[in-house]
Nanobody, 123 residues
Framework: QVQLVESGGGLVQAGGSLRLSCAAS????????MGWFRQAPGKERDFVAA????????VYADSVKGRFTISIDNAKITVYLQMNSLKPEDTAVYYC????????????????WGQGTQVTVSS
């Protein structure tokens, strides 16, 4: 079993930045992928970004390209999401995810989920 613990959410003004972190513990073997989804109030959960275990492959949702950067420390099995130029529409609960295997944007492809961290962007 793999446990994911997120940190770094909070309240920020539009145009500001936040960095989310997610540390994995337990049995996860290479190759693996980690990433982020988010869910705004009253909306479906959406893919944000994902990265493979080596950091050599990343994928982003169009809505965050150029503003968010995902990275990974595979020695610590920790994934980061640097969020810049934040907009009110980025307000959501952000979920860290992980899977054994290759990178994917598909929600059901991720077996492991964190508890979520709230990000609120004020206008």
């Amino acid at each position: 079993q793999v446990q994911l613990v997120e940190s770094g959410g909070g309240l920020v003004q539009a145009g500001g930045s936040l960095r989310l972190s997610c540390a994995a513990s337990g049995r996860i073997s290479r190759p693996y992928a980690m990433g982020w989804f988010r869910q705004a109030p009253g909306k479906e959960r959406d893919f944000v970004a994902a990265i493979n275990w080596s950091g050599g492959n990343t994928v982003y949702a169009d809505s965050v390209k150029g503003r968010f950067t995902i990275s990974i420390d595979n020695a610590k099995i920790t994934v980061y999401l640097q969020m810049n130029s934040l907009k009110p529409e980025d307000t959501a609960v952000y979920y860290c995810v992980a899977r054994d295997g290759l990178i994917t944007m598909v929600e059901r492809g991720y077996a492991y989920w964190g508890q979520g961290t709230q990000v609120t962007v004020s206008s």
